[in-house]
């Protein structure tokens, strides 16, 4: 089994910045991808990055290309999610999650989720 565990949540002003930290545990040699989607109250949980566990490939949400980037330290088995120009329409739950092939948009093909942290963006 694989445990995620969320961090870096938290409340800031419209153009601000945060990065979130998603630590992976037990056996995360089995895990290919790892992903980050939001989800805010009332909609859907939303595709935003994810990450090729092994060689480092990215992508991205065309909502959040050019202001996050999702980058993974192999040392500490952690993925970072750095967010830049915070917009109103970013506050969301944000959630971490992997899977054993490769990644998709689809939050129904990754079979382990962290806990959530939540990311407030006042305008």
């Known amino acids: 089994q694989v445990q995620l565990v969320e961090s870096g949540g938290g409340l800031v002003q419209a153009g601000g910045s945060l990065r979130l930290s998603c630590a992976a545990s037990?056996?995360?040699?089995?895990?290919?991808?790892i992903a980050w989607f939001r989800q805010a109250p009332g909609k859907e949980r939303a595709y935003i990055a994810s990450?090729?566990?092994?060689?480092?490939?990215?992508d991205y949400a065309d909502s959040v290309r050019g202001r996050f980037t999702i980058s993974r330290d192999s040392a500490k088995n952690t993925v970072h999610l750095q967010m830049n120009t915070l917009k109103p329409e970013d506050t969301a739950v944000y959630y971490c999650?992997?899977?054993?092939?490769?990644?998709?948009?689809?939050?129904?093909?990754?079979?382990?989720w962290g806990q959530g942290t939540q990311v407030t963006v006042s305008s």
């Open positions: 990450i090729n566990w092994a060689g480092g490939i990215t």
């Open positions: 999650a992997s899977r054993k092939f490769t990644y998709s948009h689809s939050h129904a093909d990754y079979d382990t």
């Open positions: 037990g056996r995360t040699f089995s895990v290919h991808a």
